[in-house]
């Protein structure tokens, strides 16, 4: 199997802060998935969510249990600048830096994501994404990071998904900040990829060993017929979704087609992109982290529809998880080959792959999910085809280490391989934990 390929392959676990961190304390500023939380009519929020605040302790005695070689979290902006700028807040950094230690004293290695979704407030108040003035807000932010944690810290994700950052909170306005319009969302797209690369450059001036990626989400699309207009659909769905985002990251700029379609609808404004945003934005990176959940098939008239994961929970489907998605291994393995090809990063990683099934523990408090290790298995088969094809894929992190807080789909969506009780929060590992438990030690 691939592992003589890649000797050193990490196995991990993911979280974001907002999911799971609650602790809405020491200082920390209001975020717009706060605002969110409190305006819309989401059904939770994040005030507690798992209260990780207080308990990283014994999460991360979790993860030693578990015998991931890493974690993957993300730091709350709003703990280290609570307006966004300018004052720093110490007792933020010290919750990380506390966590940080805990983790390595366990053998734990941590992989720090700066932006899973939880802007600050203020800079939302000025524009947010839209405004480019936040990108030198990401850099400032970032180069504050970098510099407190970076003595520990060699592993860096400037952002998740930015393709559900910009889309789903600017153009859409189903996530926070709930704006919508194509023009917001396309100018929020830029600004993020922008300050990725920005970001990128401030980490590395500061962290002589750092390695720097970033996690893109994927949805590999298949016509839904052989009609040409099912295909030219499937093309455009294709571009809307990966392509405008991964081109720009590999250095290619945003892709012809797309633009000249965003432009023609009044959508896309080439001059938001100055001389040297492209360079800037194609800085080139450590690693390519993917995100993977689900594949779509799209036929004419949808080309620019992917409306998964904003429901609360509902019985599954056969062939699909409780968020609705259709599950396609095949196309996990299919999609690794093609950007290996296409795109040929230096190594990538899985930052994110796992399943929502809603199963609780039995009068014996187990925890029997089935469905998650089977949807797992097949996943982790998928990326060992893909190594086998070619893909340097080095690492995989499952989503989640707790049930947490699926945004606005709020608590009934379960991702964990640890059970979180609401009333009581106690957390109780699924089959799902000793099954990845096995699955780590048997391939070491
Ligand atoms: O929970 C989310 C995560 O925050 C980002 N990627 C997808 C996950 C499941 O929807």
Redesign the pocket.
């Known amino acids: 199997m691939g592992d003589t390929l890649h000797p050193m392959f990490t196995w991990g676990v ?1 979280t ?1 802060a907002y ?1 799971i961190e609650g602790g809405i304390e020491d200082g920390k500023g209001e975020s717009i998935w706060d605002r969110f939380a409190r305006d819309s009519p989401m059904v939770d929020d994040g005030v507690i969510a798992c209260d990780h605040y207080h308990r990283y302790r014994s999460d991360v005695a979790l993860m030693a249990d578990l015998g991931v070689d890493a974690y993957r979290f993300s730091i709350a902006w709003t703990r280290i600048l609570p307006e966004g700028r300018g004052r720093v807040e110490p007792r933020g950094l010290d919750f990380y830096n506390r966590l940080i230690d805990e983790l390595l004293g366990a053998g734990v290695t941590p992989w720090v994501t700066l932006y ?2 939880d802007l600050p407030q203020a800079i939302q108040d000025r524009g947010g994404w839209v405004n480019r003035e936040v990108v030198d807000a990401f850099a400032e932010y970032t180069g504050v990071v970098a510099d407190a944690l970076g003595d520990r810290v060699t592993n860096w994700i400037t952002h ?2 930015p393709w ?1 950052a910009s889309m789903l909170g600017y153009q859409q306005g189903v996530l926070a900040p709930g704006v919508t319009g194509w023009d917001n969302g396309l100018g929020a797209a830029h600004h993020l990829l922008l300050s990725h690369g920005r970001a990128v450059a401030e980490i590395r001036s500061r962290v002589a060993d750092a390695r720097v990626g970033l996690a893109l ?1 994927c949805r590999p699309v298949s016509a839904a017929s052989d009609r040409p207009e099912d295909l030219e659909a499937s093309v455009h769905f294709d571009g809307f979704r990966n392509r405008w985002f991964f081109d720009p990251v590999f250095g290619r700029g945003y892709p012809t087609d797309m633009a000249e379609v965003y432009e023609r609808l009044g959508r896309w404004n080439p001059d938001w992109v100055r001389p040297g945003d492209i360079e800037t934005i194609g800085t080139p990176i450590d690693f390519l982290g993917v ?1 993977y ?1 689900t594949a779509f098939q799209v036929s004419a008239g949808r080309e620019e529809v992917d409306d998964s ?1 904003i429901a609360p929970g509902h019985p599954a489907l056969p062939g699909h998880t409780e ?1 609705g998605w259709p599950i396609v291994p095949s196309a996990l393995a299919d999609f690794l080959v093609r950007v290996q090809e296409e795109y040929d990063p230096p190594s990538i990683i899985i930052t ?1 792959n ?1 399943a ?1 099934y809603s199963d609780a523990p039995d009068r014996h408090g187990v925890v029997a999910d089935e469905r998650r290790i089977a949807y797992l298995a097949s996943h982790v088969a998928a990326v060992d085809e893909a190594r086998s094809r070619g893909a340097r894929v080095d690492g995989y992190f499952l ?2 280490l707790l049930d ?1 807080l ?2 606005v ?1 709020g608590f009934s ?1 379960r ?1 964990g391989l640890v059970w979180v009780d609401r009333q009581t929060l106690e957390r109780i590992p699924k089959a799902s934990f000793f099954w990845y438990r096995d699955v780590i030690a048997s391939r070491r």
């Open positions: 993911g974001s999911q899973h979704w998740n998904e559900v989400d995100n959940y994961g968020m994110e796992g929502s989503w989640s947490n699926e945004w789909a969506q991702f």
